[in-house]
């Protein structure tokens, strides 16, 4: 990969903000002249009015709801060019009035490619001068990087910092004064992202919000092609959704009272150690039963991928309670964000076969073509902290697109390096979601304020002791829960009904 000048890329963002004169109207940005920046367009859009375009192919759809009571303000477009071949499109949107003097970034999803429009939306509607990027190409695939090596490094970490200077000098010239505090906020790749920022770039932001991060995305995709191998060794091994369904009530019936409550939720999912044999067929195959194929997948994908002539964890695995949510990869063909590190990093070829993919040297040869310039895996963070940054990650325990345990194994190298866990606990906290799936969903408690705690922990340097979380059926709240740092967990006081979250109170594990 192309290396860069550090010096270049650590250029202070003051380098880029013209000299305060007083606030600028937005259809006077279009005039703005800053390096590697062009202005495509700045205009003032009405309380109501924005209609986001259509969801490109592959894309999720668009949840219009999102955009309900969006108050005016100026958007504007650009387009960064930081090397000769990069294309990265940005946009800022900065409220025409009630701004909260603060900058949010909001992060991406698997390969980028895509602006999020809701993020965007929702971080007006709170205040906050808010910034997005397709990362430099268009679409949700890695073919973009075959043969533009400058691509993939706007990809892995130039785009974002990049798009933070610039959005900074927009707001400068907008409003007359740099933001206040600046803020990221991400989830999968985002968090990745936001990991990234703070390890290459610490004085970017304030406050960083990293939730369930994919910044081993390189052994985060060896074990994603290797859960679907584990079911495809044969026709026996697959595991349909029925079967998922009743290995998942069994791990139920198995651990869930172990944490005390019996409520679908395990707090503690490496608690349990359910055994997939107890379910095992003693004849023929049916409905209440898993083959002994399927027991074997089951053991595998449990137990988690393992270097076959070393023997060391390539990466962690599903936890006991997320077997709803396999599906996703251990389908009949690898997923696609995983396979692409291969077929378009790698190898350089579409056509790769993903059944051919070896844990030793498959592996090795992916570490050295992307030698740590995606990967966001650093544990020093002193710089970021040293300027009173803080960090607030989360992961859901039933996470089916992430092994949660990576969340805890990187927060834990954190706090190695920052001397233990009294010392750490002043700049970074990890909240573990029991039932959370990726990113949000799930049958646990898995809507949060963590903006909210974030700002409140930058602003007033008060760190979140537990964050209350909700879960709704059909829009109405059925379940509430008090989110803790990690490794406390929640714990039922004894009274009261198992659903209010004033009924726990956060303790270490017992």
């Known amino acids: 990969m192309t290396k860069f000048s550090i010096a270049a890329l650590l250029l202070p963002t003051a380098s880029l903000i013209a000299a305060p004169t007083g606030a600028n109207t937005c259809d006077s940005l279009s005039k703005l002249n800053l390096p590697n920046v062009t202005i495509n367009s700045s205009q003032s859009v009405a309380a109501g009015a924005f209609t986001p375009p259509a969801a490109p192919p592959g894309g999720f759809p668009v949840n219009m709801a999102q955009f309900k009571g969006l108050p005016e ?99 400068q010239n907008f409003y007359g004064s740099a933001p206040r505090y600046s803020y990221w906020n991400g989830c999968s790749t985002g968090g990745r ?38 079911v495809n060794k044969s026709p026996d091994s697959s595991l349909p959704a029925a079967k998922l369904a009743l290995l998942h009530q069994a791990v139920l019936a198995a651990c869930d009272a172990t944490d005390g409550v019996k409520d679908g939720l395990l707090d503690d999912p490496t608690k349990c150690h359910f055994d997939p044999k107890s379910i095992e067929c003693k004849g023929a195959d049916s409905a209440a039963c898993l083959t002994t194929a399927q027991v074997e997948a089951v053991q595998a994908i449990y137990a988690g991928p393992k270097n076959p002539r070393t023997g060391k964890e390539v990466f962690p695995t599903f936890e006991p309670g997320s077997e709803l949510g396999w599906s996703i990869l251990a389908g009949k063909q690898a997923a696609s964000v995983a396979s692409d590190s291969f077929s378009y990093v790698v190898y350089k070829n579409p056509a790769w076969d993903w059944k051919t993919m070896n844990l030793d040297s498959d592996v090795a040869l992916l570490d050295k073509t992307e030698d740590g310039s995606i990967d966001a895996m650093d544990p020093n963070m ?129």
């Open 73 to 171: 303000f100026c958007r504007v477009m650009a387009t960064l060019a930081p090397s000769s071949d990069s294309d990265i499109k940005i946009e800022v949107w900065l409220p025409a009035s009630g701004w909260n003097n603060d900058f949010q970034a909001i992060g991406n999803g698997g390969w980028n490619g895509i602006m999020g429009y809701g993020p965007l939306a929702e971080g007006v509607k709170r205040g906050f001068a808010t910034a997005g990027t397709d990362t430099g190409h268009a679409g949700g695939s890695a073919s973009f990087a075959i043969g533009h090596p400058e691509k993939l490094a706007d990809f892995a970490y130039r785009a974002v910092h990049e798009m933070t200077v610039t959005s900074k000098a927009i707001i």
């Open 193 to 230: 992202q936001g990991l990234k920022e703070a390890q290459k770039f610490p004085a970017d932001f304030d406050g960083i919000i990293a939730g369930a991060p994919a910044n081993y995305q390189t052994h985060l995709h060896v074990w994603s092609i290797w859960v679907a191998q584990q």
């Open 382 to 510: 002193k710089a970021f902290f040293a300027h009173k940054g803080k960090l607030l990650m989360y992961h859901g325990w039933s996470d089916q697109l992430i092994a949660p345990l990576n969340s805890v194994n990187y927060y834990s190298s954190v706090v190695k390096n920052l001397g233990g866990e009294k010392k750490a606990s002043d700049d970074v906290r990890l909240f573990m979601v029991p039932g959370m799936a990726h990113c949000g969903g799930g049958e646990g408690p898995n809507t949060f304020d963590q903006v909210g705690a974030i700002q409140q922990w930058v602003e007033q340097g008060k760190a979140p002791e537990q964050m209350i979380a909700s879960h709704s059926d059909k829009g109405t709240v059925d379940r509430t829960r008090p989110l803790c740092p990690y490794p406390q967990v929640a714990r039922y006081k004894g009274t009261g009904s198992t659903d209010d979250a004033a009924n726990f109170s956060c303790a270490l594990p017992q």
